[in-house]
């Protein structure tokens, strides 16, 4: 491969929650014991160096001395829209259909704030990205939630008849989406979202689509955006990307939407504005010009390839030496979840005490209860191999022990 995906990054002392927070409460794992370092499953980034393009484009931009007021350039939007076409087939996008987000999650409030006041039911599927819960919770709107179903073959799919039912007795007309789906990891097909689409513009629901993991797909399979559906969706779905998830970059911060319909463009815009915090930063825009190259093309398709391998090792893995753990291999993302309901149970454990068995090894996987299930585990494998081949090899002898 052109790019290193094997390399072990030292990231303590490097401003990364996913290695100086372990230890330190709320939310992050509990430190391991000693004799085992801290393998990093848990935030939702990547453990690679990132494209080189980005760190070129940064330091060619911060050797000029001069960081005052400025505009996003044409550039900017070249770049967006000549991705979005290369990589998902999309056409008809212009400058104008896109606006500058801080975050997904700001931007999903923004339209969110635009279709729903406080108190207003909102529906999303479950297993729930644990940025939804908190955001609605905390801006005051009721979840409501549809479940994801596992067929016969084990993939996740969801369950129009339950959405339908919901949409209708809550009288919802806002609906979170998320494609790929994060935390299982389903990268929709198109009939999947045609017949989710029917269910939405049946019961006037707008759909505001989280679509930061789109570049993020394993072999075999494709990202749809969800406004290429049919003409409505182009209408009604926000919909909402990011380099960041792709290319390591959450710290710059910098994301943006797509909304084709004017006057719901003008109202997001109008509300994302207001608060006058939602501006971009001059080298996150630096940072999506110089990812968005043919050469970032090159990496994301290597990088998707590891992935493939990893997710492929880690879910064979599962299936071979714990059969009592339930997953689904994913067809996006980078992220395992794991459904440790029939483990716990014959084991007489609870899943916080699993979870601590890990942590106790340096195995830093996160708390999927998180997540809206009664006993998960989500487990990221952006990861060098080696990595989580020993991830593994600690869980298999000190945690899943026979």
Known sequence: MTYDFTSILDRSGKDAIAVDMVGKGGFAPSGPKDGFDIIPMWVADMNFPTLPSIQEAIIRRAQHPCFGYFEPTQEYYDSIIRWQEDRNGVTGLTAECIGYENGVLGGVMSALACLAAPGDPVLVHSPTYIGFTNLLKNNGYRIVHSPLKLDENGVWRMDYEDMDAKLKKYHIHAAIFCSPHNPCGRVWEKWE???????????????????????????????????????????????????????????????????????????????????????????????????????????????????????????????????????????GTYMLFLDCTKWCESHGMTIQELEKAGWDVGVAWQDGCMFQHPCAIRMNLALPLSRVEEAFRRLEEYVFKK
Request: aromatic share 10%; charged share 20%; with cysteine.
């Open 193 to 331: 979202l045609e017949k989710a689409m029917e269910v939405y513009q049946a019961n006037h629901c707008t759909v505001i689509s989280d679509e930061i993991w789109s570049d993020l797909i394993l072999e075999g399979h494709k990202h749809i955006p969800t406004q290429m559906v049919n003409d409505w969706a182009r209408e009604n779905v926000v919909a909402l990307y990011a380099p960041s998830k792709t290319f390591n970059l959450a710290g710059l911060v910098g994301s943006y939407h797509i909304i084709y319909n004017e006057p719901l463009r003008d109202r997001v815009l109008a509300r994302s504005s207001k608060c006058h915090y939602n501006d971009m930063n001059v080298l996150s825009m630096h940072a999506l010009i110089g990812a968005y190259r043919p050469e970032g093309r090159e990496w994301v398709d290597q990088l998707n390839q590891v992935l493939t391998q990893n997710v492929r090792y880690g879910v064979e893995f599962i299936h071979s030496h714990w059969p009592e753990i339930q997953v689904s291999m994913p067809q």
